[in-house]
Every structure is written in C-alpha cells, then in structure tokens.
C-alpha cells in the first residue's frame, strides 16, 4: 500500500515516547508498504536526521514550525481561533498546501495521522484518513489546570481544553478509522463517539532483544529511579509527586539512598531538586537510555493523569528492571500487581513497597524475569507492527469495495 504519513515531531532521535513509537514501526512497515513522510520539525538542525528515516520512507518532508511555543503570536492567533493552542503551536500553512499537492499528484490508499492535532492539515478526500491517539490530550490538559498554582491562569485554561476536547473529539468521528494504545483508551473513546467498531487497539512496543543487552553495571548505591520526557505534563506532575510526596518518607527509613530523574527537557523546578538534596541527580536526555535501567534497582512510576502508554513501563520490563507503579501508569497494560510490576497508588504504598522491595532479593529476581517475559509476549514491535499492518489492510479493503 501507498502511506502518506503526518507526524508532529520528527520521529528521529529516539527523545519521546511519540519518536520511539512512530521509528521503529516505520521500521517494520516499510518492509511491505511505499511510506511518504510529512513531518514537523523545530529547528534546522533536526535535518541531520532526515538520511536516518530515509532508510525507511520513500519521501521524507520537514515543515518547521515555531521553535517554542509559547509566542505572542501563537498566544493571540488560539485567543481569536476556534482551535485550541495546541493545533496552533502546530499549525504550519505550507503543510497544508503540500498535502493538497501530493495527494492531486500522487495516488495513495491511505493517509496515516500521528495525534489528532495534525488532522486539520487533510483536506476533504476519498482516501481513508487512520487517526492514531496516543494518548487522550484533554484529560492530560484538565489534570495540569486543576493543579496549577497559577490561579488567575486557570479559566483560560479551562477555555483552551474546552476547544481541546471538542476538536478532538470532533476528529474522533471525522476520520474513517481510530488506533488507541490500550483498551482502556478504547472504551473510554467509545463512550464518547459511540461508534466501537471503527476503534482497533494498536498499543506501543519495545525492542525487547536491544533493552536486554546488559552493557552496563548495577550502581553499588541503592538506586530508585524515574524516567520520562518532560515535555508531557503527566511526567512533571509524577516527579513532583515523587520528591514531595514520596522521597521523604524513604529517606527517614534509609539514608543510604539515590534518586535518579532522567527525562528530556527537565524544567527549572526540576533541576532545583538536585540543588537542594545532595541524594537527588537529575539527568537530561542521556545517550543510551538502557544505562539508566541497567544501572538502577527499582523504578518507580507515580502517575496520576493521562492516557496512552507508558513506554517506560515497558522498557523498564524489558530490561529486567523491577516496577513500582500508580494503577494509572499501568492502566490497559495487562500487567499483574504482585507479579510483573507491584502496584501503589499513594505515597506511603509506594514508599514502603520500595523500602520492602530493596529488602527482598528473591522478590527483585521474580518481578524482573516475570517483566521481561510478559514485555516478550506481548509488547515486541514485530507483534505490534504486525496488527497496525492488519488494520492498514482492511482500511485498504474498505476502499477497494468502494470502488
């Protein structure tokens, strides 16, 4: 099949869980579809990496977009638009021509959309438009305003999700067919379109063989950890949870202890931490992310908003790192509490889970071979990649019945 695929972000270097997913299916599903790609970049240098998704794509094309978000310009185009800010920090004109350009020139079968703030880019056509929501945007949003110290900010904030969860919606219903990564996201999605069928479940993967290679040694230091890009608001909430809420019970029990943040785009409240607790690292994005799992003893995930997968989860499974988590960061995994990941849903739950957890071996060794095992089975992006080309070919079936 022909794919005209529209993403966000280019999906190389491998800095967020939407890079990571979109690389390595193009991966697989260039091995038996023609892909064109139309992606949004920040900055010039991000060309660099055009060659590497070259290997994969027939056509690759960068629009670039705003290098940071939050402009005058942008600010006053979302005060006076329909659309959220988050469709307008992403809008670019030039996509929108390009696109009516390809598809008057070329004939494709399908049109691929990495999160539904790209979907206005498609202009009214016969061609099945996929949508693939990696997440719910709008619960994300609503968590942040509702904790936001900013007080004065919050009913334009409440505003902008308001226009965030109609076009999103709206686009629900809008394209010929809707990926969630979980069932979870599914029925939730369902409930507010009522149409299930048109939904197929498409969750993220992992490299499990690349995440078991065991380059690096464990640290000596008993070592918690925490990984995730910033620049999802979800993963700033869990650290400030985890160092306000958490990290001081755990260190009246031990003094013995790190903790270690690794995560793109860390904001200034997050590298303050380590000013202030000499027990505290806080890492940017890292060369090798497989160090920092190698490296640590436990991993701990508490999140509290938010839809979608989460790729730490997995890859700290895969690496045969043990994970305490929130329900809502294992939610529509699979994942059994006890027996691949332990569950704790409150700062005294996770800190005495972790304490326990650092105290019992055996119980290390089993959440560990039990986690890479379930990672194996059922998260490998050949698996993955497997059911997206499925739903590609009965998108493609649907259209030849047409015809």
């Known amino acids: 099949m022909k794919i005209l695929m529209l993403t966000p972000y280019l999906p190389y270097p491998l800095l967020s869980g939407g890079q990571i997913r979109t690389y390595n299916l193009l ?24 060659g ?28 006076f638009s329909s659309y959220p800010f988050l469709v307008i920090r992403n809008h670019v004109a030039e996509v929108i021509t390009a696109v009516k350009q390809e598809l008057a020139n070329h004939q494709y079968d399908l049109i691929h959309a990495e999160t539904f703030y790209m979907m206005p880019n498609i202009p009214q056509t016969k061609i099945p438009v996929l949508l693939v929501e990696q997440t719910i945007e709008y619960l994300g949003y609503e ?26 919606k709206y686009y629900w219903q809008a394209c010929n067919h809707l990926v969630t990564m979980s069932d979870d996201d599914k029925q939730f999605i369902a409930k507010q379109i009522g149409q299930k069928d048109k939904i197929s479940i498409v969750a993220n993967g992992v490299d499990a063989a690349w995440f078991s290679e065991k380059k690096f040694a464990r640290a000596r230091q008993p070592t918690l950890l925490s990984v995730g890009t910033f620049k999802w608001l979800p ?26 943040i690794v995560g793109n785009a860390p904001t200034k409240e997050i590298l303050a931490y380590q000013n202030s607790d000499t027990q505290i ?34 890859e700290a499974m895969a690496s045969g790192l043990p994970v305490i988590a929130t329900s809502t960061a ?26 326990e957890l650092l105290q019992n071996r ?23 990649a497997a059911e997206l080309d499925q739903v590609y070919q009965n998108l493609g079936k649907k259209l030849y019945e047409k015809t």
């Not at 599903?29 to 055009?50: D, G, V, W």
């Not at 690759?60 to 939050?70: A, G, I, L, Q, W």
């Not at 904030?157 to 965030?164: R, V």
């Open 27 to 50: 991966k697989k599903m260039s091995r038996k579809h023609e892909i064109t790609l139309f992606a949004l970049i920040k900055n010039n240098q991000e060309k660099q990496y055009i």
């Open 52 to 79: 590497e998704l070259k290997k994969y794509c027939q056509v690759v094309r960068v629009f670039k977009r705003s290098s940071k978000p939050f402009t005058w310009r942008n600010i006053l185009r979302t005060a």
């Open 143 to 168: 968590s942040f305003a509702a904790s936001t110290r900013w007080q004065i900010l919050r009913p334009l904030l409440n505003i902008d999700i308001a226009k965030i969860k109609y076009w999103e």
């Open 235 to 260: 993963n700033v909430e869990a650290v400030k949870f985890l160092v306000t809420k958490v990290w001081p019970k755990l260190k009246q029990q031990r003094l013995d202890l790190k903790l270690w």
């Open 281 to 314: 690292e806080v890492s940017g994005g890292i060369p090798d992310i497989r160090e920092a799992f190698c490296r640590a003893h436990i991993l701990l995930a508490p999140v509290f908003s938010g839809k979608g997968t989460r790729y730490k989860i997995l």
């Open 330 to 355: 294992v939610e529509g995994l699979g994942v059994r509490d006890g027996v691949e990941v332990v569950v704790a849903d409150t700062a005294d739950k996770m800190a005495t889970a972790a304490l």
């Open 362 to 384: 055996a119980k290390q060794q089993s959440l560990a071979s039990q986690g890479k095992k379930f990672v194996q089975t059922h998260y490998d992006w050949n698996l993955i």
